[in-house]
């Protein structure tokens, strides 16, 4: 019994440490805050109503038949609940600049609804849960059915995870993986050996580690576009191991989003913002997980990748000309989006200083736009 109360009490401590950290540091979790702290809550709920589910299991004591079926009843109806706010989560983290997928949201709200209805519905036939006549708590014939929607939402979430993996950095793909391989092994030994109790304590650290993960997104991340920020970009200068990429070359391209602040005067910020919140996606498209994008700031924006020769660099500007022409094509817009470019490669053995090498970038870029302005051609693309 002590160590239910115990264990249960861990893993509030942890829920409650993450909680306040979120209201402390009012970090924007790029709008799922509201998501993660369901998640949180519905977490801590179960935590309390397992611990009182086994303090009072058993017991014999004014109405105790009544409050264990209750207890229970309630316990059952939440345990399906983090993992589908998790599928939400994701989706929405995935998706953070577009509204969540209408048919995850009614394919998850509408499997929750069945599964309430068929847990109240247990009180009375016993399908789910039964409580004997010395008030003892008892798997029914169908609790396997809860287990199964509770695996399915975290399987359905990495599925959707693993399909949307190029949108997504390899620091975001990890993490949002992550969340539920703790679950499901503390769900499966917990449904294999009755009276274990892991499950939430395994969420809690989980929840735990998202968190930590996540205040690195939001403090690396720019958030209308969903790529890197400056800071981060200075960061991955800092990191550079000049002996692992002495071999190597390092390819950076600086783009810059032509006549932008005519589009904001013209069309308003809100269209200048959805400009800028594309071009992010044509990049995320034409560069690699492994490359580093970023939002430099402004309409300006910086790839950093490792190359083999000036061939590679120069066959991602064709591949970022191809995407942005097909975009201008497909594009709403009542104007063309262009971009003038800056690139260059260094080798890494050299050394070359973050500050003077993207100065050089910077450079390249205006020269280019400069020549297209004079509607001149030469191999620094403008398009």
Same mark, same amino acid.
């Given at each position: 019994?002590?160590?239910?109360?115990?264990?249960? /009490?861990?893993?509030? !401590?942890?829920?409650?440490?993450?909680?306040?950290?979120?209201?402390?540091?009012?970090?924007?979790?790029?709008?799922?805050?509201? !998501?993660?702290?369901?998640?949180?809550?519905?977490?801590?709920?179960?935590?309390?109503?397992?611990?009182? /589910?086994?303090?009072?299991?058993?017991?014999?004591?004014?109405?105790?038949?009544?409050?264990? =079926?209750?207890?229970?009843?309630?316990?059952?109806?939440?345990?399906?609940?983090?993992?589908?706010?998790?599928?939400?989560?994701?989706?929405?983290?995935?998706?953070?600049?577009?509204?969540?997928?209408?048919?995850?949201?009614?394919?998850?709200?509408?499997?929750?609804?069945?599964?309430?209805?068929?847990?109240?519905?247990?009180?009375?036939?016993?399908?789910?849960?039964?409580? *004997?006549?010395?008030?003892?708590?008892?798997?029914?014939?169908?609790?396997?059915?809860?287990?199964?929607?509770?695996?399915?939402?975290?399987?359905?979430?990495?599925?959707?995870?693993?399909?949307?993996?190029?949108?997504?950095?390899?620091?975001?793909?990890?993490?949002?993986?992550?969340?539920?391989?703790?679950?499901?092994?503390?769900?499966?030994?917990?449904?294999?050996?009755?009276?274990?109790?892991?499950?939430?304590?395994?969420? =809690?650290?989980?929840?735990?580690?998202?968190?930590?993960?996540?205040?690195?997104?939001?403090?690396?991340?720019?958030?209308? *576009?969903?790529?890197?920020?400056?800071?981060?970009?200075?960061?991955?200068?800092?990191?550079?191991?000049?002996?692992?990429?002495?071999?190597?070359?390092?390819?950076?391209?600086?783009?810059?989003?032509?006549?932008?602040?005519?589009?904001?005067?013209?069309?308003?910020?809100?269209?200048?913002?959805?400009? /800028?919140?594309?071009?992010?996606?044509?990049?995320?498209?034409?560069?690699?997980?492994?490359?580093?994008?970023?939002?430099?700031?402004? +309409?300006?924006?910086?790839?950093?990748?490792?190359?083999?020769?000036?061939? +590679?660099?120069?066959?991602?500007?064709?591949? !970022?000309?191809?995407? /942005?022409?097909?975009?201008?094509?497909?594009?709403?817009?009542?104007?063309?989006?262009?971009?003038?470019?800056?690139?260059?490669?260094?080798?890494?053995?050299?050394?070359?200083?973050?500050?003077?090498?993207?100065?050089?970038?910077?450079?390249?870029?205006?020269?280019?736009?400069?020549?297209?302005?004079?509607?001149?051609?030469?191999?620094?693309?403008?398009?």
């Amino acid at each position: 019994m002590v160590y239910y109360v115990q264990s249960s /009490l861990f893993g509030l !401590l942890i829920l409650s440490i993450v909680y306040l950290e979120i209201r402390k540091s009012n970090i924007d979790l790029n709008l799922n805050q509201f !998501l993660f702290r369901a998640l949180i809550i519905s977490t801590a709920l179960l935590l309390i109503i397992e611990m009182v /589910l086994n303090l009072i299991n058993g017991l014999i004591f004014d109405n105790s038949r009544f409050w264990l =079926s209750l207890v229970v009843m309630l316990f059952y109806i939440l345990n399906p609940l983090p993992p589908a706010l998790w599928v939400l989560f994701a989706e929405k983290w995935m998706d953070r600049r577009t509204k969540i997928n209408k048919f995850v949201v009614y394919s998850v709200v509408g499997l929750y609804s069945v599964h309430v209805i068929a847990s109240v519905i247990s009180l009375f036939n016993g399908q789910m849960f039964i409580i *004997t006549n010395d008030n003892v708590y008892r798997r029914g014939q169908f609790y396997i059915l809860m287990v199964m929607l509770m695996i399915g939402y975290l399987i359905f979430a990495s599925i959707r995870i693993f399909m949307k993996r190029k949108m997504l950095s390899k620091s975001e793909f990890i993490t949002l993986l992550s969340f539920a391989f703790p679950a499901l092994l503390g769900g499966m030994i917990q449904s294999l050996f009755f009276g274990v109790s892991i499950l939430w304590k395994s969420v =809690s650290v989980s929840i735990l580690i998202i968190f930590i993960k996540l205040q690195n997104f939001d403090m690396y991340m720019d958030h209308l *576009t969903g790529l890197w920020n400056r800071r981060k970009l200075q960061q991955f200068f800092d990191n550079f191991s000049h002996d692992t990429f002495k071999n190597q070359m390092m390819g950076g391209i600086m783009i810059d989003v032509d006549h932008f602040k005519m589009i904001n005067d013209r069309h308003g910020h809100i269209v200048g913002d959805k400009v /800028l919140s594309e071009v992010a996606q044509i990049l995320k498209q034409t560069f690699n997980k492994e490359d580093f994008v970023c939002r430099y700031g402004g +309409d300006e924006f910086v790839v950093i990748l490792y190359i083999k020769n000036q061939n +590679d660099l120069e066959s991602c500007i064709v591949r !970022l000309k191809k995407n /942005l022409d097909k975009f201008n094509v497909m594009s709403q817009h009542p104007f063309d989006v262009n971009l003038s470019v800056g690139y260059d490669i260094v080798n890494l053995s050299l050394q070359t200083q973050s500050e003077i090498y993207l100065s050089s970038l910077d450079k390249k870029m205006y020269e280019n736009k400069l020549r297209h302005r004079q509607s001149a051609q030469d191999h620094s693309v403008y398009f």
